[in-house]
């Protein structure tokens, strides 16, 4: 267990609470820290997905805007608006948070644990980074993914099916978990097939019961803008679209740009992402041998947990735009990651990831001083930040293409040794056929005779 990080992150939840209490318009303030917008309460996002159940059970359509929804519209998954079933309100959120953000720490606190000093010192600063606060300050639903799959992860080893359950479940709440699917690859030949069979069943059901509710909420996903905690192969394209537009010049920072600003370009920067989705790909392809010796001696519990972090956020990197918390999932992979870049004595990775995971701080100061300074300053950190995304983004692909190799390589060969035992059971049948009817020509015969 994670002692030490896990008692930084206690006192500083326990600090957060207390300058709430105290001084509330500086805890204001302090929380503006990742995106820049001043938020009157906490856990503000999970009293949306509250106050959308509670719609829903009024029957409201809470895919198009509506007065219960003050104008706004529900983008989750409809999975979710059965807590409407639930004994709870709107008015819940508070102590729901405060249980969220608990069960965030206890499950983080299962990670492996990072041995060396610099490591434990490298774990602690993500832990302590601006998304993870960013995640329980808004009360995100991102912190339940996060307890689900850590649980999942931890159970994979022993149980399998408790573990890809939990997986399961958290893919029909927010979708992108549905990545976590590439590690039935670690399994067995025969539990494979087995597991492969019963997710595709689970999933067609899913469809069968939320497929309008799905669609609709896939649809009315906004673009938010590229220039505040955001990331995700869209960013690039879209910022430099977003500053052609603004004739150079830094847009405010607001929570969405108008959509209609973005209309007549859509279709073209998600072409452009995903060009730029299928180069990396290729880059981290080849990029691949260089991670190889070091994966082949990660312990099965790192390796379980890297995959599933790494799997997370490059998934979410290529298929949309996210906002910052997502990059809690870093967290998984931290024993991991420091561990196959300790054994090659190659530490620009983690240092990436952690400069990543920090970026809040000089994005938001040079964001406040852009009225004085001008806005190049920080658009020039957002093309850093933006490159650099790419460039971990493209290791992570190397890292994910190994371990993905391995395991094929192992199915293959599972495949053709079971086929050779069939073939040769088959054969060793045969032989016990035809002796046996060797045996019976010879008997009539001699009755012939």
Known sequence: ?????????????????????????????????????????????????????VCWRHGVNVYAPSSCLAGGVYN????????????????????LGFLMAGGFIIAQAFIPAVLTPHGRRFATAMTLSPPVFYALEQGNFDLVIFILVCIGVCVLQRRP????????LAAGAKFYPVALFSLILRERLQKFLGVMMVLSAGILVFLFCF??????????????????ATFGAIDLPLGIRLLHLSSHHMPSIKPYYPYMSLTTSQHVLHAIAFVLNFLAIICGIVMAPRYRPALADLPTAEKNYLWAGLCLITFCFFATQNVAYRSIFLLLAVPGLWRITAQQSRYGLPLAVLALMWEAVPRQLLTYLAPWIGP????????????????????????????????????????ESLRIQKLTKARKNLKIKSSSCEGRASVKAQDDD
């Open 1 to 53: 267990m994670n002692t030490g990080r896990t008692f930084w992150l206690v006192l500083c939840l326990l600090l957060a609470i207390l300058l709430w209490r105290v001084d509330h318009p500086l805890y204001v303030i302090i929380a503006a820290l990742p995106d820049g917008i001043h938020r009157p309460m906490p856990f503000e996002d999970l009293s949306a997905i509250l106050r959308a159940s």
């Open 76 to 95: 989750y998954s409809p999975f979710l608006l059965r807590a409407a079933y639930l004994p709870i309100s709107a008015q819940d959120f508070l102590p």
């Open 161 to 168: 099916a408790i573990g890809f359950g939990l997986f399961t």
């Open 211 to 228: 497929a309008p509710g799905t669609a609709a909420a896939i649809a009315i996903l906004p673009l938010s803008q590229p220039f505040r």
């Open 376 to 415: 190049l300053p920080a658009v020039m950190v957002w093309l850093l930040r933006e490159f650099l995304w790419w460039w971990v983004i493209i290791q992570f692909t190397a890292i994910l293409w190994c371990l993905a190799e391995v395991e094929l390589r192992r199915l293959r060969c599972e495949a």
